[in-house]
């Protein structure tokens, strides 16, 4: 359901304009990008029952040169899903919640190969969602997602503000351990700051064979919701730094936000 609201002939390009659209209730993803080039979506609201599954709000897949700005989405799924063939995507000025949150992926199911490059979430409210920036790969999948940056942005009563799970699992039996992986890498948390619904704040749960790497995390604030206890992170398998400083994790470990709560 993407309206064609108005084209510009640049040379043998067209450019897709979506604006000022409500969508509600749509019975599976709301808005899919698909095998696009130069999308620039603005001023959407778009709203699903927040108990109603695989109900993405955007969904973009295998596009390039994608922009949204000035959305407000409330599903019972991601607020946006970024899926594989994205590229030079920038999202801007965004509402979420209820919802799932901001999603690269999932990535790399079914042992198939995927690719996301060059993604800016800037300027974002989550209110309620179960995740917040989220990145989630299967195992045995393999290709790369990459350049990745989530800025500017405020959690109230988000369950995981910051999650990175390369073992993802969305399935009604165990998924087995695989030796391949999507890589995770060069991915930057700046700016985010506000409350945890749970006391794991920040969750890196990488690959044992293809671990996640250059990730910095920048003036990163983040406390339980209630102050009743301090927010946590946890980290396996990933390489990280905070103002230049890398920081290698061993296999699983505690380290309070202290460490990322701002930067030198």
Known sequence: MVPMTNKENI????ILKVENLKVVNSQQIQISVEDCTDVKMS???????????????????RSRDVQVTDCTIKTGDDC???????????VKNMVCGPGHGISIGSLGDHNSEAHVNNVTVDNVRLYGTTNGARIKTWQGG???????????MVMDNVWNPII???????????CKQQKSAVEVSNLLFKNIRGTS?????IVLHCSNSVPC?????????????????NAKSTCQNAEWKKS?????????????????????
Request: glycine share 10%.
């Open 11 to 14: 040379g043998k390009h067209f």
């Open 43 to 61: 001023r959407l609201s778009i709203t699903a029952p927040e108990t109603a599954p695989n109900t993405d709000g955007i969904h973009i897949t």
């Open 80 to 90: 946006m899903s970024i899926e594989d063939g994205t590229k030079n995507l920038h």
């Open 142 to 152: 393999k290709g790369s997602a990459k350049n990745i940056v989530f800025q500017n």
């Open 164 to 174: 990175i799970d390369q073992n993802y699992c969305d399935s009604s039996t165990p």
């Open 197 to 201: 619904a749970s006391e794991e704040a």
């Open 213 to 229: 790497h250059g990730i910095t995390l920048e003036n990163v604030n983040l406390t339980v919701k209630g102050g009743s206890s």
């Open 244 to 264: 230049g400083v890398s920081v290698h994790c061993p296999v699983v470990s505690k380290i309070d936000l202290e460490l990322v709560g701002t930067s030198d």
